[in-house]
């Protein structure tokens, strides 16, 4: 490569009107660097991606009210149970960035590939 360092991109996307599972999977896209010519899959990608007016995102009235995220303690009577409307409601950015973690490649990139999202 010719002694020159890759430049940071900066990949802006607009959640407004969007439904939130085609946003997450354009989100894992853009973050592996799939849009770029020099994409390597053994490479993280130096593409940098702000989610902006998440709080306006479509939601499916199906899977708002009816599913549901289980957690366990391991202990005696810990299992922990939250809607999806209401950890949306508490916190859309946490939300998201489960959904677009589950999206990217399950191996050593995967964590380096994830602290490149941000919100506003």
Do not use: C
């Amino acid at each position: 490569m010719n002694g020159k360092q890759p430049t940071k991109i900066d990949i802006t996307v607009e959640a407004r009107g969007k439904s939130l599972g085609r946003l997450a999977s354009e989100v894992a896209h853009l973050l592996q660097g799939k849009h770029l010519a020099s994409y390597r899959p053994n490479k993280p990608a130096l593409a940098y991606v702000l989610v902006t007016h998440l709080s306006e995102v479509k939601l499916d009235p199906v899977s708002k009210d009816g599913k549901v995220y289980y957690r366990s303690s391991l202990r005696p009577g810990g299992l922990k149970k939250r809607s999806f409307n209401e950890w949306f409601q508490k916190d859309p950015q946490e939300v998201t960035r489960h959904m677009v973690y589950g999206m990217l490649p399950k191996n050593k990139l995967r964590k380096i590939l994830i602290k490149h999202l941000t919100f506003i």
